[in-house]
C-alpha cells in the first residue's frame, strides 16, 4: 500500500513557450461553421498550426492513414457515420502518439469517465472559452492530461462515491519506489524533463518508467494514470467538496 499524499491533482497552469516546432493541431467535427470557427482561433494561437479538418470519423482516420499525423487531434463525440468515441478507439489502437481531446455538449459524469478509460487525454465542452481550449492543447501536450476544474471535481467526486459507473483497472498493482517518485511528481502536473532534473535522471528514463506504471495499471494513459492512483486511495482528496 502506498502512503496517502496530498496532490494538486487539478490542470498545471502550463506556460507559453515559443517553439521552432509548433503543435500540429487537427480538428474533426460535423458542423462546418464551429470547425471555420475553431480554426481561426488556433490560427492565430502562437506556436501552433492546424494540420487539417474533418467531418466525421471515417474522414480523420482516412487522412491520419495517408501519414498527416498531429500531435492533439480536437475530437467531436457526436458525427455521423462515425462518431468521436469510435474514432477514439481506433486512434488508441493504431495511432498511440496521438493526443486526442474530446469535445462535447454532454457534461456526464459517467460519459467523462468512459472517454478517460478508452484513452482520451482530455474533454473539453464546447461552450468553453478560447483560451481553455488553447490551455487544454498546451496541456496535455505538456503532461499528457487536461481537465477543467469543473469536469475534474464532476469525474473525482464520482470516482470517490463509489457510483454506478465503475472504471476497469488491472488488479494488484506493486510499484517499485522509482515508481512511486515518478507517480507522485506525475500528479503534481510535472513534465519529463522536469521529473528527471529533480530525480536525476534523464526525461527518456522517466518516460520508461511511466510506461512501466501505465502496463502495471493496465490503463492507456497519464489521465488513466492519475485516475487509477485516485481509485487506490494514493492520492488525498481534500479538495473534493
Not at 472517454?115 to 461552450?127: P, Q
Not at 517499485?176 to 524533463?193: F, M, Q, Y
Amino acid at each position: 500500500m502506498l502512503p496517502q499524499r496530498i496532490f494538486p491533482i487539478f490542470p498545471p497552469k502550463v506556460p507559453q513557450v515559443s517553439s521552432p516546432n509548433p503543435i500540429k493541431v487537427a480538428l474533426t467535427d460535423d458542423h462546418k461553421l464551429f470547425r471555420k470557427g475553431m480554426i481561426a482561433l488556433l490560427e492565430d494561437a502562437e506556436g501552433m498550426q492546424v494540420l487539417f479538418e474533418a467531418g466525421n470519423g471515417i474522414e480523420l482516420l482516412q487522412k491520419l492513414s495517408e501519414g498527416n499525423l498531429p500531435d492533439v487531434i480536437l475530437l467531436d463525440i457526436t458525427m455521423p457515420e462515425m462518431d468521436g468515441i469510435a474514432a477514439l478507439q481506433r486512434i488508441r489502437s493504431e495511432f498511440p502518439t496521438v493526443k486526442v481531446v474530446m469535445l462535447t455538449m454532454n457534461q456526464d459524469d459517467a460519459m467523462i469517465l468512459h472517454l478517460i478509460e478508452l484513452g482520451a487525454n482530455g474533454y473539453l465542452l464546447k461552450e468553453s472559452d478560447p483560451d481553455e481550449v488553447e490551455m487544454a492543447i498546451r496541456a496535455v501536450m505538456e503532461t499528457g492530461f487536461y481537465f477543467n476544474d469543473r469536469v475534474s471535481r464532476a469525474m473525482l467526486s464520482k470516482i470517490v462515491k463509489g457510483d454506478k459507473f465503475k472504471p476497469v483497472f488491472a488488479g494488484l498493482v506493486q510499484l517499485t519506489d522509482r515508481e512511486v517518485e515518478i507517480l507522485d511528481h506525475v500528479c503534481r502536473g510535472l513534465t519529463n524533463p522536469e521529473i528527471g532534473d529533480k530525480l536525476f535522471i534523464s526525461a527518456r528514463t522517466v518516460e520508461g518508467h511511466r510506461q512501466n506504471i501505465m502496463e502495471k495499471m493496465g490503463v492507456r494513459n497519464t489521465a488513466g494514470m492519475i485516475i487509477y492512483a485516485i481509485k487506490k486511495g494514493w492520492v488525498a482528496l481534500d479538495e473534493i467538496q
